[in-house]
């Protein structure tokens, strides 16, 4: 894992960026193979941990580069009496801990909350809803703050 660094800074020269630099606002303005990871000041996607990065990083609505392949794609059923600790990162329908994986933990989402569609860390893809809980490593959350 690498920290988040950067400047919130315009004008970024196209290619420059390296993995966990922001403030990118497009694909291009980080280097090749690299992706720019969007978030949104007031929405869903604020907060969200960049995957492969740790650190506070310039705030929660920062945009950075990361490697798109550090991600797994959402997959699973909903079905019930999931054997514990079968479910792997990215797998749902679990609804609780002990569904998953050791070292692993449940992401809850409402079906009505706020929490309905909040994606997954570590994880991409529609799955199955926007209130399907899927398993994921908790060393993805990092608190993020401002600079």
């Known amino acids: 894992m690498i920290e988040l660094s950067g400047a919130d800074i315009s004008g970024v020269e196209p290619g420059s ?8 606002d497009k694909d291009s303005d980080c280097a090749p193979g690299l992706k720019c990871f969007q978030r949104e000041s007031n929405g869903r996607s604020y907060g969200i941990p960049i995957p492969g990065c740790f650190g506070e990083g310039g ?28 479910l ?3 797998t749902g329908e679990c609804d609780k801990d002990s569904d998953c994986a050791p070292g692993l933990k449940c992401f809850q989402r409402e079906s009505n909350g ?25 060393e993805l959350l990092i608190e993020l703050s401002g600079a």
């Not at 960026?17 to 990118?24: I, N, V």
């Open 17 to 24: 960026l390296t993995a966990c630099t922001g403030e990118c």
């Open 114 to 138: 706020r929490s309905y569609g909040i994606p997954i860390p570590g994880c991409f893809g529609e799955g199955g809803g926007g209130d399907w809980d899927y398993c994921f490593d908790p």
């Open 88 to 90: 792997t990162a990215c």
């Open 59 to 86: 705030g929660g609505d920062w945009d950075y580069c990361f490697d798109p392949e550090l991600l797994i794609e959402l997959s699973g059923a909903d079905i019930s009496g999931v054997e514990p600790g079968s």
